[in-house]
C-alpha cells in the first residue's frame, strides 16, 4: 500500500493527499490519453535532498503531450519547480515524484479535446523489486506478450494508456514464481522489460537495444549508458535475442525505480555465476555514487530541494 503523505500539486495548488481526487467523467480514465512521469528524489550523502534528472524527466513528459496532441497548461520550468515545491511541502527526504498529465472531463468519445488536467503526487517508495533485489538480483522470465510494434504503441513517450500490456506480462511472470517480465519486439528481439530497460554483458562487452527499437527512452539507461562510457566499458546499442541472454555473463535491468537491478536468472537458466557480476557491481557504484552525490561530475543531474 502506498503510505498517503500530506500535500498532493494539483492544477496550480498544494491539496491535501485525501481531497486529490478527479471526477469519474475523467477522459483519461476511459481512453488512457495522458502521459506520466517517474522521478527520484535521493537524501545525498550531505544530508541535503535532491531530484535526479528533473529536466531530462519533464522533457520526456512533455515528449508524450506533444505526441498525443495534449496542450500543456504550464510550461516545463513551471512543472519542474512544482516537483520541488511538493517535495518541499510533504517533508520527505526520499521519495518517488509522480508527474501526470491527462485529458480531464468535459466532452466524451474518441474526438474530445477537454483541458489537461496536471498532478503531482509524491510518495516513498523502497525498492521496486523487492528488498535485496538490488543487492542480490532477480529472476526474469520472457513474456508471452510483446512490446508495441513501433506504429501501434508511441513507444517514445511513457504514455498511460500504453501500461495495459506492461501489467499483463507484470502479472503473467508474477503468477508463475518469477520477479520481472522480459519483452520481446514483433519481430522476436529483446525490448526492454515491463518498467525497465535492460542491458546484457558478455565477454566484456555490453550490449542494450537501440533508442530506435520498442523502447521506452529510459533517464536511467541514458546514464548508465554514460556512466559505462566514461568508464571505458565496451558498451553497444544493439539488439538481441532471447537465447542470446541465456549465455550472457551478467545481466542488469535499468529504471527510476528499479535503479540498477542484477538479474540471476532469466528463463530458469542461471546467468553467469547466478549473483551480480563485476561489470554491474562498478557501474551501480558509479550510479549510487552521482545520485548521493558524490560524484562532483554530474552534479549537473541533480536539482536541490
Ligand atoms: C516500460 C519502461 N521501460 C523503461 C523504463 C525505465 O525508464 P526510466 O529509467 O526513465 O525510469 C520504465 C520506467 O519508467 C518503463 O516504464
Known amino acids: 500500500m502506498v503510505e498517503p503523505t500530506k500535500k498532493v500539486w494539483m492544477d496550480g495548488k498544494l491539496v491535501d493527499w485525501k481531497d486529490a481526487n478527479v471526477h469519474i467523467m475523467t477522459h483519461a480514465l476511459h481512453y ?19 531530484i535526479f534528472r528533473l529536466k531530462r524527466h519533464v522533457r520526456r513528459l512533455f515528449d508524450g503531450l506533444k505526441i498525443l ?10 512543472i ?3 516537483c520541488v515545491e511538493t517535495v518541499r511541502a510533504n517533508g520527505l527526504d ?9 485529458m480531464g472531463d468535459g466532452e466524451m468519445g474518441l474526438s474530445a479535446r477537454n483541458k489537461t488536467r496536471t498532478a503531482i503526487p509524491v510518495w516513498k517508495w523502497g525498492a521496486y523489486l523487492g528488498n535485496g533485489a538490488v543487492e542480490n538480483g532477480i529472476r526474469a522470465r520472457v513474456s508471452s506478450f510483446n512490446r ?10 511513457k504514455i ?3 501500461y495495459v500490456t506492461s501489467v499483463l506480462a507484470k502479472r503473467e511472470v508474477l503468477l508463475a514464481g ?11 528481439y529483446v525490448a526492454e522489460c515491463s518498467g525497465e530497460n535492460i542491458f546484457a554483458i558478455r565477454d566484456g562487452i555490453i550490449y542494450t537495444p537501440p533508442i530506435n527499437s520498442p523502447i521506452l527512452p529510459g533517464v536511467t539507461r541514458d546514464a548508465v549508458v554514460t556512466l559505462a562510457r566514461e568508464l571505458d566499458m565496451d558498451l553497444r546499442e544493439e539488439k538481441f535475442t532471447r537465447d542470446f541472454l541465456y549465455l550472457c555473463d551478467e545481466v542488469f535491468l535499468t529504471g527510476t525505480a528499479a535503479e540498477i537491478t542484477p538479474v540471476r536468472e532469466v528463463d530458469d537458466r542461471k546467468i553467469g555465476a547466478g549473483k551480480p557480476g563485476p561489470i554491474t557491481q562498478r557501474l551501480q557504484k558509479a550510479f549510487f555514487d ?6 562532483e561530475r554530474h552534479a549537473r543531474w541533480l536539482t536541490p530541494v
Not at 69 to 78: A, I, S
Not at 148 to 157: D, P, S
Not at 290 to 295: A, E, P
Open 32 to 50: 488512457g490519453i495522458g502521459a506520466f512521469e517517474g522521478i527520484r528524489c535521493y537524501k545525498l550523502s550531505n544530508g541535503k535532498s535532491a
Open 178 to 188: 518469477y520477479d520481472e517480465a522480459v519483452m520481446l519486439d514483433t519481430a522476436g
Open 69 to 78: 496532441m495534449l496542450d500543456p497548461v504550464y510550461t516545463q520550468e513551471e
Open 148 to 157: 508495441y510494434h513501433v506504429n501501434v504503441g508511441m513507444v517514445q513517450g
Open 94 to 102: 526520499e521519495c518517488y515524484v509522480r508527474p501526470i498529465m491527462y
Open 160 to 162: 498511460v494508456g500504453q
Open 290 to 295: 552521482v545520485v548521493r552525490g558524490n560524484d
Open 80 to 82: 519542474m519547480a512544482a
